[in-house]
């Protein structure tokens, strides 16, 4: 058996659609959890935190945020832990709905074994995007110093590439360690490794077309953010103008943002998850329904 990508890559929004209930009922989880997360941040970083974390900008660099968690200390380790468990709630459930789809009591959602599993799943991932950036780029960084002129910038611009190429193919041969984990009840980076084998290419167009929808997600809920912003002011101000109006509609469209943020970050959430899920479930499709994963 093989990876179907398109199949895969639409899992997400299949899920969504067999099942909008308990699409709702994960975005509300998540609705309820990341104000929590939030408030807990602000109690456990103090001041000097929050500017320290303010001040990062946006970047997902494993290495940033390493240095971000060690110059926050045991308060960041302790939040990171927690919000990498939330995920690792979601995910679970994500997947169950993937892989045991009549098994969905409390929407799929639990706090057990194979949660945990995915909690360490999360860690093993950034420890080996690590591995599979720092290693790499040290090397390109020393080989483009002992260069000059147009060989440094040469070895560079190919060193770049091959760390790029590098990091995407074993992030690509791990995808499936999550649902592997979750499926067998343990985790086997060398088992999950060798489920990918031949289907490396099929998988990365999955992940291709996934991250296409994700992104196309992203922008609906930005879309739809800025009309539920419009419509609010439009019914606060409707004898308002000039700058009174402008105010109105900053505030209502980020109160908008806020209130939609959770609900499109979970769907963004399933799309991502659900892809790899249906991908390891068309590999192994034989044995789950003859019981042998349960």
Known sequence: MS??????????????????????AWAAFSLVMLPILGLLVKIGLGDEGRQVLAGRG???????????????????VLLVALALLLGA????????????PTNDRFAYLRLG???????????????TALLCTIIPSGVV???????????????????ALSVIGFSLWVAVRLSLLGPHAFSHHHIDIRAAWIQTHGQFWR???????????????????????????????????????????SNSWLIL??????????????????????????AFAQLNQDEIDAGLHA
């Open 3 to 24: 990876v179907r990508p398109v199949d895969a890559a639409l899992e997400g929004l299949q899920t969504m659609r067999r099942r909008p209930l308990t699409a709702l």
């Open 58 to 76: 946006s970047s997902a660099d494993p290495r940033e945020l390493l240095d971000l968690v060690m110059n926050l200390g045991g308060a960041m």
């Open 89 to 100: 709630v979601l995910q679970a459930a994500i997947i169950r709905s993937v892989l045991e």
């Open 113 to 127: 074994k194979e949660e945990i599993q995915l909690l360490i799943v999360s860690l093993i991932t950034w420890a």
């Open 141 to 159: 960084v020393l080989g483009s110093s002992l260069l000059s002129g147009a060989a440094a910038a040469w070895f560079a611009f190919l060193g």
């Open 203 to 245: 998988l990365l167009g999955m992940f291709v077309l996934t991250i296409a929808i994700w992104i196309l997600v992203s922008l609906l809920g930005a879309a739809v953010a800025g009309v539920i912003g419009k419509w609010l002011t439009a019914a606060v101000n409707l004898g308002a103008s000039g700058l009174a109006a």
């Open 253 to 278: 469209s980020l109160l908008a943002n806020m209130l939609l943020a959770p609900v499109f970050l979970t769907l963004q959430t399933v799309i991502l998850v659900a892809a790899p899920a249906r």
